[in-house]
């Protein structure tokens, strides 16, 4: 190549790798291969109700695989994420998941839950095992109740054929004693039934990677869709990385070092910072993300469009 070549082609392509695989992310969801999925809480208040639905009407165009709606700590918001996805269902053309956990309920009633969705049309459930309740430090079983996320994976096979996504751990959960048991343990929900996993969020993007890698070696081949949470409240997601075991590197803190009151500068950084890492697990041919929305759209919206996907008004599928 010329020099007067080389020239030519760093203004057509100006900047960084970022740029050129941000251009490789666009041509290949042009190419359709991507999917993005979005997760939402139910909401407490009329006022948490409106903001929510502002949300899913402004991510619906992206028309992504599917919505999610979290279950409370200890069933704790059994009606409201019921309620949440059965309005999903009936007003918009999105595919809800239900997200279930193990806790604080025997067998029968979580077998009524699960019917009472088939019942209702959905057919993707999040099972999960769920965390130890307020005021219990490490987690018990309930009596009488699933005990691990596979054994509701399976409970939840038995009532119908339903998708069933479950959760993974690139950092290791906090109670596996080595990263081979969450393996072994995400082999146990895939035999099960489950056939897709969601990651939990991590800020350190080659360890996603890494685990991807051990996870294929294993045989795994399901898709294992990363968890994308835009971080704008540092300290808050600080709190919940040391809960759920994901690291949050020095590079990563340092970004939002002496911001505490600066909350636009902050939403910035965290637009750039979930970008990059999309990008770059995009460029690693990663085709499947799933974003912790906090039912919020604006970053959501922006990673999106960013990978490549536009928010197509012709083919709004909210009703
Ligand atoms: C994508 C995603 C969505 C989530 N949504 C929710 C939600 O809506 N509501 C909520 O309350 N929580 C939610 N969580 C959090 C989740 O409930 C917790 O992380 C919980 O601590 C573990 O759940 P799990 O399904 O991964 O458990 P499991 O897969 O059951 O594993 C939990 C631990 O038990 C160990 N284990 C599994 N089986 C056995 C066995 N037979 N004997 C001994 N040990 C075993 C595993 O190695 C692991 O350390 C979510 C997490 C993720 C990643």
Known sequence: MSLQQTEKSEREEPGSAWILSAKDALDSARAGDMTVSFEFFPPKTPQMEETLWRSITRLAPFQPE????TYGAGGSTRQRTHDTVKRILDETALTPAAHLTCVGADRGE?????????QAGVR???????DPPEGQSSYTPYPGGYAYASDLVAGIRAVGDFEISVAAYPEGHVDAPD???????LKRKIDAGATRAITQFFFDTDCFLRYLDRIRDAGITIPVVPGIM???NFAGASRMAKMNGASVPEWFANLFDGLEQETETRKLIAAIAAAEQCVRLRA???HDFHFYTLNR?????????ILGLRANAEKEPVK
């Open 297 to 305: 759209a604006d970053l959501t919206y922006a990673l999106c469009h």
């Open 124 to 130: 993707h459930i999040v099972a999960l095992r769920g």
């Open 66 to 69: 599917f919505v999610s709606v």
């Open 179 to 185: 990263a081979q048991a969450e393996i072994d343990n």
């Open 230 to 232: 835009p971080v704008t």
């Open 110 to 118: 979580v077998d009524e839950v699960i019917r009472e969705y088939w």
């Open 284 to 286: 690693h041919g990663v």
